[in-house]
T-cell receptor, first 113, second 113 residues
Framework: GDSVTQMEGPVTLSEEAFLTINCTYT??????LFWYVQYPGEGLQLLLK?????DKGSNKGFEATYRKETTSFHLEKGSVQVSDSAVYFC????????????FGGGTRLMVKP | NAGVTQTPKFQVLKTGQSMTLQCAQD?????MSWYRQDPGMGLRLIHY???????DQGEVPNGYNVSRSTTEDFPLRLLSAAPSQTSVYFC????????????FGDGTRLSIL
C-alpha cells in the first residue's frame, strides 16, 4: 500500500536558518503530494501541494518539488522565523476511492530567536 | 465561514463507555473522513465517506462506526471505548474536484481511562 516517510524531529533551528525536511513516498500510480502544517492546539492546514512530476509547490516562503525519479517531496525554506514553529506533515493522495490522504509521521520544527 | 466543526474539543471516558464525536461541514463537500493522530505515527484514516449514504473503512476502522445520513454531518461512534483509542481525532472534508486539498477541523482530544 501507499506510505510516506519523513525525517523524525524535533528539528531545532535559529531564526533565519535554512530549513529542509525530507519526505519520501511509496505509491502506485501518480499521487498528488501535499505538505500540511499544524500549529499548537489547531487542526491541519494545507501549506502547499504538487499534482504531477516536476511541479513545485510554494507558499509563505516554503517550497517543495515533486521528484518522481527519487520519489521525494522535500520541504525547504530559505530563512525560518519563530512563527514557523509547528509540526509539518507530508502526505499523498493516492488512487483510492475518495482520494484519501496517507500521512507521514510528522516533523516538529522549533525555531529559536 | 465555519468550515469543518468538531465537537467536543476534549472528552474523558471510562473503559467500556460509548460516545459519538460530531463533525459538521458547511462547504457542501461530498467527501468526508475521520483520522486519528498518535505521536510519531502521523494521521491514520479510520473511516471515510464519498457521499450521503456511502461509507467505507480506512486503515484503522476497528472499534469505530460511522454513518452519513446528510451531506453536512459525519459522526464517529466509539461503541465500547478502550485505552488504545486515546488519541486526537480529526475530521476532514473536501470537494470532489480533482486534487483539491482536504479541510480539517480543530480536532477532538479523547482520553480513555
Amino acid at each position: 500500500g501507499d506510505s510516506v516517510t519523513q525525517m523524525e524531529g524535533p528539528v531545532t533551528l535559529s531564526e533565519e536558518a535554512f530549513l529542509t525536511i525530507n519526505c519520501t513516498y511509496t505509491a502506485t500510480g501518480y499521487p498528488s503530494l501535499f505538505w500540511y502544517v499544524q500549529y499548537p492546539g489547531e487542526g491541519l492546514q494545507l501549506l502547499l501541494k504538487a499534482t504531477k512530476a516536476d511541479d513545485k509547490g510554494s507558499n509563505k516562503g516554503f517550497e517543495a518539488t515533486y521528484r518522481k525519479e527519487t520519489t521525494s517531496f522535500h520541504l525547504e525554506k530559505g530563512s525560518v522565523q519563530v512563527s514557523d514553529s509547528a509540526v509539518y506533515f507530508c502526505a499523498l493522495s493516492g488512487d483510492n476511492a475518495g482520494n484519501m490522504l496517507t500521512f507521514g509521521g510528522g516533523t516538529r520544527l522549533m525555531v529559536k530567536p | 465561514n465555519a468550515g469543518v466543526t468538531q465537537t467536543p474539543k476534549f472528552q474523558v471516558l471510562k473503559t467500556g463507555q460509548s460516545m459519538t464525536l460530531q463533525c459538521a461541514q458547511d462547504m457542501n463537500h461530498e467527501y468526508m473522513s475521520w483520522y486519528r493522530q498518535d505521536p510519531g505515527m502521523g494521521l491514520r484514516l479510520i473511516h471515510y465517506s464519498v457521499g450521503a449514504g456511502i461509507t467505507d473503512q480506512g486503515e484503522v476502522p476497528n472499534g469505530y462506526n460511522v454513518s452519513r445520513s446528510t451531506t453536512e454531518d459525519f459522526p464517529l461512534r466509539l461503541l465500547s471505548a478502550a485505552p488504545s483509542q486515546t488519541s486526537v481525532y480529526f475530521c476532514a472534508s473536501r470537494t470532489t474536484a480533482g486534487n483539491q486539498p482536504q479541510h480539517f477541523g480543530d480536532g477532538t482530544r479523547l482520553s480513555i481511562l
